[in-house]
């Protein structure tokens, strides 16, 4: 395997700080040496090139190296929520091929428990020993050192899981490299080539599950120091940025909301000039917010627009959006955007419309191991949506206007309201429900649950302990509303825009 940048920084700056976290710090070279040992272990929960190995998305330095090390020893790693009941693990764990685990404190529980059914090794970091669990100190120590991994194994890009309407969660592999590539030692090599953010130390702010603070990865490959901020704090991430001199970041509106609810004074406090790049995407912001943080942060922001499944197909800087307040951006190489009616019929521009984007084959949208999936994505052959209706300007900017897809964007995150509607029906006082997004002050949207009772009225503290058993918390109605009916349109199918228009006073049903 030729040298790494960070490899380069293990033999350069060995004492130099790489990768620090709320708990410590690692040098370059105890980087390099974790990698190297953590790589080592992890062929021996996978050693089959099919064998990926769940890694639980605890922000903490553990999840980075053990990701880091997949990539380096061609082990497949999944990024799984640290949220999830223990049935949901199994569910995905059995989805994705995954013949190991490492988990941190905050999933623990039901990593545990979804190993000891599924007969799988378990790594835990941060949290006693139990059970059969490896400790994360101890299963490093007992690696080589150096490196001694098999050479010519096949890529294996780390796998995210994303809901679908069907109320299934789906993974899809990452999208950090374009092309086909030789081997893994070929695909670490090429993603280390672009890492996406200016040099300098980059913060993590957001749950190592999701794909945008993933992107870390990159940056640590290429060599260029990361600091993973454990769990959102307004003031805590001012004080990381000062402390750090940190250059760039990836955020959502609701960190931007929080930061701008601190006193002025406080504000103040910190020097936030060595920023480059804040990253935000996960969901639209909203236009004040959006001035707000220009004018505290200068114009360093950039939005990008996309998903996880495609990767991002539009970007646009904090000039551009001055200039064209609202849009996304205009559509990135190799993607082209395209506005569709009803009959799949183009729209010329300004016309509102599905928004649709053609790529090449192997840049378009793809679901693992779930083909009918990938292809209900697709509009025609090379063309694929993501659910949103909008139109585009003249000048190619893309407007967002609605969603057609049942899907509520919270805080950044995906929501699938047939999740929870699936888990709902089974009450035994639900005859009907239907989970729409209405507005949230912090998280821009939040699930509401309309629920048609069969019989007595039950509390909505008893249909939320229902809810949470079966899946994880933040997948759970944040409220409950009786009604005497569901909304439908003429064909009798549910109109949920129609259910969500009183509660956002607008044509325009979605945060933003």
């Not at 009803?342 to 378009?364: N, T, V």
């Not at 000048?395 to 709902?424: H, K, M, Q, W």
């Amino acid at each position: 395997m030729s040298l790494l940048p960070l490899d380069r920084r293990a033999q350069e700056t060995p004492e130099e700080p790489a990768l620090a976290d709320d708990f410590g710090v690692l040098s370059w070279s105890g980087l390099a040496d974790q990698v190297a040992r953590a790589a080592a272990r992890l062929l021996e929960f996978a050693p089959g090139p099919g064998d990926r190995i769940a890694v639980l998305g605890d922000n903490a330095i553990p999840t980075l190296v053990a990701h880091l090390a997949g990539l380096r020893a061609g082990v497949g790693t999944v990024a799984t929520s640290r949220n999830l009941t223990s049935g949901e693990l199994v569910d995905q764990i059995t989805d994705a091929g995954v013949t190991g685990i490492v988990a941190g404190p905050a999933g623990a529980g039901a990593a545990l428990d979804a190993a000891r059914e599924l007969g799988l090794p378990i790594v835990t970091h941060g949290t006693p020993l139990v059970g059969h669990a490896f400790d994360w100190d101890k299963w490093l120590a007992a690696a080589p050192a150096g490196n001694t991994l098999p050479t010519g194994r096949p890529a294996r890009p780390p796998l995210v899981y994303t809901s679908g309407t069907t109320g299934r969660a789906r993974g899809t592999e990452v999208r950090w490299v374009s092309g086909p590539v030789a081997d893994s030692a070929a695909y670490l090599t090429a993603m280390s080539a672009r890492p996406g953010f200016p040099p300098g130390t980059h913060l993590v702010c957001g749950p190592l599950q999701h794909n945008a603070p993933l992107t870390s990865l990159r940056h640590l490959a290429a060599g260029q120091p990361v600091v993973v901020l454990g769990r959102y704090d307004a003031e805590s991430f001012l004080s990381r940025v000062q402390k750090w001199r940190v250059s760039s970041t990836v955020m959502v509106p609701t960190h931007f909301q929080r930061l701008l609810a601190l006193p002025e004074d406080v504000r103040a406090r910190y020097d936030v000039s060595s920023l480059r790049q804040v990253s935000h995407t996960g969901s639209a912001c909203p236009p004040d917010v959006k001035r707000a943080m220009i004018d505290w942060f200068g114009p360093v922001l950039t939005e990008s627009y996309g998903a996880s499944e495609a990767g991002t197909v539009a970007r646009i800087s904090s000039t551009e959006w001055l200039a064209h307040p609202g849009s996304v951006g205009r559509v990135r190489p190799p993607f082209e955007v395209l506005v569709t009616d009803d009959e799949g019929g183009q729209l010329p521009s300004g016309e509102r419309g599905l928004l649709a984007f053609r790529a090449p084959d192997d840049q378009g949208v793809r679901y693992h191991a779930d083909p009918d999936k990938t292809k209900a994505a697709y509009l025609s052959p090379g063309v694929f949506t993501l659910g949103d209706i909008g139109y585009i300007d003249t000048d190619g900017y893309i407007f967002i206007t609605d969603r057609a897809a049942d899907v509520v964007v919270s805080g950044g995150v995906n929501l699938y309201p047939a999740e929870s509607e699936a888990v709902l029906r089974r009450h035994p006082a639900v005859a009907e429900v239907a989970v729409i997004g209405v507005p949230d002050p912090d998280f821009g949207e939040s699930l509401r649950a309309l629920v048609v009772v069969a019989g007595a009225e039950p509390p909505a503290d008893e249909l939320d302990a229902f809810c949470r058993e079966h899946l994880a918390a933040y997948k759970c109605p944040k409220s409950y509303e009786v009604v005497p009916e569901l909304l439908r349109n003429a064909m009798g199918k549910l109109d949920k825009r129609a259910m969500r228009r009183p509660y956002w006073g607008s044509e325009r049903t979605i945060a933003g």
